[in-house]
Structure formats: structure tokens, C-alpha cells
């Protein structure tokens, strides 16, 4: 393993925010990382950083990267074993390459598959759990074990081993055959003419209500566009909140408030961020 003190943590969040946080590892296989997390105190696992705000400040925090560990192994015809440190990107191209099935609609999500599992991603009306047999995960007592999906509580954005803070080893997929390109081609050129993504950002900073959309609710409060310091909410997608340049931990905190204030005020509704935030 690697292991780095006093790290600067701004290039590992896609908001390109971040202070010094008291520990780095990246660790290159499952006993490392069972090691890690039986021994350490106060640890945050890191995907791509593509959901994640992290405080400028001192950070108290183990940061554990799960990078190395992105092996896709082929269990028999269709049933895939993925580490949760690959790109979500490489089992899309695996998909390609294996004429596999199910998860197009995903295509250009950059995230981790132990972030798309950990969170329940999904774009286009699918879920990542829509294809997923088993996972594999480190619970809260430090134990390595598989979980058939049926025995796992996920709903919108929500799974159990989020709310019981296990670690995502990694996942098995059940895929049928029959890739489709045009699906993945189409929603690739979507995301790029519909995200700001020549601007740090961490994708959609809060969940759809129920029956709603968020981006809506922030035009209807007439808060697209509004500044706070370097944050803004963008011009591009008004779910999205992009650093200008140089935007401080406190700005994007700020922003997600006066977002909220004015959402609740115009509205009534009340909405909840969908970004994880790493205070300390
Ligand atoms: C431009 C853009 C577009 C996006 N579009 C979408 C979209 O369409 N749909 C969508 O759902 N999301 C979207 N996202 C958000 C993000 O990509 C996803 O939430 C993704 O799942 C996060 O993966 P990550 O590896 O970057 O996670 P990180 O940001 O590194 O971590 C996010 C959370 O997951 C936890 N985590 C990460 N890996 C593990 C693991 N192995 N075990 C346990 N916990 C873990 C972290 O502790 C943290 O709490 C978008 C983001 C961006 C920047």
C-alpha cells in the first residue's frame, strides 16, 4: 500500500477543493484494505471524487482510495465480478467488447463502480442495481463478506450499505447479450451539451423530489446563475453548482444554503443534497 501524510487532497474532488488531510492510502488489494480499515480510525473511501465536496481546511481524516483494486473477472457467460476501484467507463467499454447489455444508459457517469453502487447511481430511468447480482462488502464489525442483491435495502440514490457505512469490495453484474451503441453514443453527447463539464463540479448537488425535478424547482426560485465568492449555480444545468476558479469550501456551503432557503421559500419543497461532504 501506499501511504502519504499531510496529503493535499484538492485533486482527488472533482470541485477541485480540498486542504491537507491527515492521511492518504491507496491500497492495492482487499487484505490491505481489510488492514486499513480495521486499524485506522476516522476513514473516508474515495472513488473519483466526483460526488464528494471536501473541506479546505485540516482534515482528521484517513482518506483510503480503492484505485488499484479494478480487476474485471468473468465469472461464467454474463455474470461479471468488478473491483470498486475500476472506472465506471472501463466496464462500459467492457460491455462493448463483450456484447454485454443493461447498463448503457449510464454510459459517461464518472464515478467508480463502488461509488455507483455505494450511492445507487442511475441515469435515464436505470439504476447500477438493475443489473447487480451480489456485492461484496466490509461491514461495521470489519468483516468481509457477499451480499446477494436481494438481501440489500436500495431504493433512489439510497442503498443500505450507505446507510450502514460498509465498504464496497466489489460487485457482481448479471448482464444479458446485446451492447447498444447508439444508447451510449446519445446520452454521452447529452451529458456534453447538458453539463458544465469544462468547470469542476460533482454532477446533480441535490436529489430529485419525488415526482419533480430539482433543476426545475431552481429556475422557478430564479436562483440559476446566482454567485456566492467563486461558486455559481450553473448557467449550464442549474442542478449542477460550478467553482469558477476559485471558489472556497465556504462558498459552495453557502450556495447549497441560499439554494435550499430559496427552493423551501418559492416552493415549499424541501430539498436534499445528493453530494457527500467531507467536513473534518
Ligand atoms: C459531470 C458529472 C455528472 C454526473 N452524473 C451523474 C448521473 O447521471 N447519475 C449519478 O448517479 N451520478 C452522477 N454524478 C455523480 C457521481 O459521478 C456519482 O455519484 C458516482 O457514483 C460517484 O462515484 P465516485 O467514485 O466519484 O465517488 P466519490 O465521489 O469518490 O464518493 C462518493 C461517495 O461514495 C463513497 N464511496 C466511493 N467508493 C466507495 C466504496 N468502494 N465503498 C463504499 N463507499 C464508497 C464515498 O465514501 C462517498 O461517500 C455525476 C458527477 C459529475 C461530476
Do not use: C
Amino acid at each position: 500500500m501506499k501511504l502519504y501524510k499531510n496529503h493535499i487532497m484538492k485533486e482527488h474532488s472533482n470541485m477541485k477543493i480540498g486542504g491537507v488531510a491527515k492521511e492518504y492510502i491507496e491500497v492495492e488489494n482487499k487484505n490491505e484494505l481489510l488492514e486499513v480499515i480495521r486499524e485506522k480510525e476516522n476513514i473516508f473511501i474515495l472513488g473519483n471524487g466526483t460526488n464528494t465536496l471536501i473541506n479546505d481546511g485540516e482534515l482528521n481524516t484517513t482518506f483510503v482510495s480503492l484505485k488499484p483494486i479494478n480487476y474485471i473477472e468473468e465469472k461464467s457467460e454474463g455474470l461479471v465480478e468488478v473491483g470498486a476501484g475500476l472506472d465506471f467507463s472501463e466496464l462500459i467499454d467492457y460491455m462493448e467488447e463483450k456484447n454485454y447489455t443493461g447498463l448503457e444508459n449510464l454510459a459517461g457517469i464518472p464515478g467508480t463502480v463502488g461509488g455507483l453502487v455505494f450511492m445507487n447511481g442511475g441515469a435515464h430511468g436505470t439504476e447500477i442495481f438493475d443489473r447487480i447480482s451480489s456485492v461484496e462488502i466490509i461491514d461495521d464489525k470489519g468483516e468481509l463478506r457477499r451480499i446477494e442483491k436481494e438481501n440489500i435495502k436500495f431504493s433512489y440514490r439510497v442503498t443500505e450499505i450507505k446507510e450502514k457505512k460498509w465498504v464496497v469490495v466489489s460487485a457482481t453484474f448479471k448482464f444479458d447479450k446485446g451492447y447498444i451503441k447508439e444508447i451510449v453514443e446519445r446520452y454521452k453527447m447529452k451529458r456534453n451539451e447538458n453539463h458544465p463539464l469544462n468547470e469542476p463540479n460533482l454532477g446533480s448537488t441535490f436529489k430529485n423530489p419525488e415526482g419533480l425535478f430539482s433543476a426545475r424547482l431552481i429556475i422557478e426560485a430564479g436562483l440559476q446563475g446566482k454567485k456566492i465568492g467563486g461558486a455559481e449555480v450553473s448557467m449550464v444545468h442549474p442542478n449542477f453548482i460550478v467553482n469558477k476558479g476559485d471558489a472556497k469550501f465556504t462558498d459552495i456551503i453557502e450556495i447549497i444554503k441560499a439554494v435550499k432557503d430559496g427552493v423551501k421559500i418559492k416552493t415549499g419543497i424541501e430539498l436534499e443534497e445528493e453530494i457527500i461532504i467531507v467536513e473534518n
